[in-house]
């Protein structure tokens, strides 16, 4: 494998804090030398030096909310097509979910997953195993074993677990295995059937709709049996202002919370639906504008720690139908970064606070090594030209379903390379 020296770049590395000119020298796959203020002077040979002329080069951004086809519904999207569309996003890292067919509910599914990931080669592909047995929120699935196995977190993805001695249990249960429990806070009776969020805009839409309060409910019983078990504990996506209010006296209890919330919710509103365009159509639903800055205040503040792309491929005929019968979710890796620069581009976050939440806070609530920039680090590294113009054009976009709701969007970011484990699996 032939080294890299990134050379004449802005670096930008929040877990040193690190933020202007540098350098950066691979080999063998690892960082081996990270020179801030200057250039790395002679370089041998058999290193390829890449000018990268004031660009923006960063820890590979690191995705913990990835859905999939595979296995069972190849036609929506495979972990080829997907690792694609993150390689060609400046996505090194993704944690697929496990609400598949079958569902990843036992190692050997785990196994499967991370042996296909090593075939394709392409970025770093990891599992989040199933809370409970298909994911019906019954019966506890094996935790500890696929731990052993390599999942990252457990969760029943986009299905909440209503029944409370369930997800005490399995909040007690892995606690003991030092596993991670995401759990998305919604009200199912509540939240049944519904296509929108309740509120003006959806009764003139004629939408079936939910409250925003359905969020805050089950979030309230789910830290309750946070403090009770004192188990890590994951938000899969807040997305209302009073789900906030919830999660900061949590957070000044002490609790061992982090939440994430999705670049979709950062960057649209409830109004964005349109005349029923249903790839704005996701789980849970957009929110109000009120609801959308109180988000951003939050990410800005802190208190939301990680965003995730929430990539969830629908292809063409589960989309093209009447808004309330097309199935929810967006494509989102190849628009994650341009999106997330949005807000530095409008000076609402700092970048370095921006990137965090998708490198070195995420790879340190994972346990993973990649995320920053240090001398024998994973050689993960995204170069971008922060202010190039992107138009999103969902027909172009590497995933094998085009289900974007920024198609048409004007955004600044271009990824010009993506480096995984030293190797070159992207460059425009």
């Known amino acids: 494998m032939k080294g890299l020296a990134f050379t004449n770049v802005r670096l930008v590395d929040p877990a040193s804090g ?12 690892r960082i081996v030398d990270v020179i801030q203020g200057g250039d790395p002077g002679n370089i041998s040979d058999d290193i390829e030096v890449v000018d990268g002329r004031g660009a923006l080069l960063m820890p590979g951004l690191i995705d913990m909310r990835v859905k999939t086809g595979e296995p069972g519904a190849e036609t929506k999207e495979t972990l080829k097509s997907a690792s694609l569309a993150a390689a060609a996003g400046g996505v090194t890292s993704i944690v697929v979910q496990p609400d598949t067919a079958p569902v990843v509910d036992e190692p050997s599914v785990v196994d499967f997953i991370m042996r296909r990931a090593r075939d394709i080669q392409l970025v770093n592909v990891y599992a989040a195993g199933a809370a409970t047995k298909g994911c019906k929120g019954e019966r506890m699935a094996e935790i500890g074993l696929m731990h052993e196995a390599g999942c990252l977190y457990v969760t029943d993805a986009d299905r909440p677990i209503v029944d409370s001695k369930v997800f005490r249990r399995v909040l007690a249960y892995a606690k003991g295995f030092g596993t991670l429990v995401a759990h998305r806070p919604a009200d199912p009776w509540l939240s049944a059937g519904a296509a929108a969020t309740e509120g003006e805009f959806a009764a003139r839409m004629g939408l079936p709709a939910a409250p925003a309060v359905a969020e805050k409910i089950m979030l309230e ?95 063409a005929e589960d989309k093209r139908l009447p808004y309330d019968e097309a199935a929810p979710g967006a494509v989102g890796l190849q628009t994650l970064l341009p999106a997330l620069l949005a807000f530095h581009h409008e000076g609402r976050i700092p970048l370095i606070d921006l990137i965090r939440t998708v490198t070195s806070a995420p790879a340190e609530l994972l346990g993973l090594a990649a995320g920053r920039l240090a001398k024998g680090a994973p050689a993960d590294l995204t170069l971008c030209d922060p202010s190039a113009p992107v138009v999103v054009d969902a027909d172009k976009l590497l995933s094998k379903s085009k289900n974007s709701p920024f198609d048409g969007r004007r955004l600044q970011g271009r990824v010009l390379r993506t480096v995984v484990g030293g190797r070159t699996v992207y460059q425009a």
């Open 18 to 29: 690190y933020d202007g000119p540098g350098a950066v020298v691979v080999t063998d796959g």
């Open 221 to 315: 019983r789910d830290l309750a049996l946070v403090e009770l078990t004192g188990a890590p504990f994951i938000v899969d996506q807040v997305t209302t202002a009073g789900a906030l209010e919830t999660l900061a006296r949590g957070l000044k209890r002490g609790l061992p919370v982090t939440a994430t919330t999705s670049i979709n919710h950062l960057s649209f509103n409830e109004i964005d639906i349109g005349a029923w365009r249903t790839f704005c159509k996701l789980d849970p639903p957009l929110r109000s504008e009120d609801d959308r800055q109180a988000t951003i205040e939050a990410v800005a503040s802190g208190l939301i720690k990680i965003i995730v792309s929430a990539h969830a491929p629908a292809p």
